[in-house]
C-alpha cells in the first residue's frame, strides 16, 4: 500500500500563490506516476497536473494555462503543486493522487487509472 499525505492549502487572495506538497510513504517504489486533481463544490473531479518518472514528462490541464507547475524531489518522494495567480475559481478540495499500474499513453489526466489517493486539502482563494 502507497500512502499519500497532502498539505500547503488554505486561504489567499486572487492573484496569491501557494505550493501544495503530497508525501507518498509505504510501498512507493513501483510508482511510476503521481497526479492532483481537484474538486469543487457541485462539481466533479477534474484533472489539474501529472508528473511520470520515466520518462520525466509532466502534463497540465489546459485551463492553466501555465500558472500551476508540478514537480518531484525523488529523495523525500514528495511532489509538489506551486500554483500562482491563483483566480476564485481555482478554489477546490485538491487531491493527491498516485498509480503503480502500467501507464498506457494518453491516460495521464484519468482519475481511474490513479489507485492511490490523499485526503485531500483545501484551497480556498477569496476575491
Known amino acids: 500500500q502507497v500512502q499519500l499525505v497532502e498539505s500547503g492549502g488554505g486561504l489567499v487572495q486572487a492573484g496569491g500563490s501557494l505550493r501544495l506538497s503530497c508525501a507518498a510513504s509505504?510501498?512507493?517504489?513501483?510508482?511510476?506516476?503521481m497526479g492532483w486533481f481537484r474538486q469543487a463544490p457541485g462539481k466533479e473531479r477534474e484533472f489539474v497536473a501529472a508528473i511520470r518518472w520515466s520518462p520525466p514528462i509532466t502534463y497540465y490541464a489546459e485551463f492553466l494555462k501555465g500558472r500551476f507547475g508540478i514537480t518531484r524531489d525523488n529523495a523525500k518522494n514528495t511532489v509538489y503543486l506551486q500554483m500562482n495567480s491563483l483566480k476564485p475559481e481555482d478554489t477546490a478540495v485538491y487531491y493527491c493522487a498516485a498509480s503503480d499500474r502500467l501507464y498506457t499513453s494518453g491516460t495521464y489526466n484519468r482519475g481511474d487509472e490513479y489507485n492511490y489517493w490523499g485526503q485531500g486539502t483545501q484551497v480556498t482563494v477569496s476575491s
Open positions: 509505504g510501498r512507493t517504489l513501483n510508482n511510476n506516476r
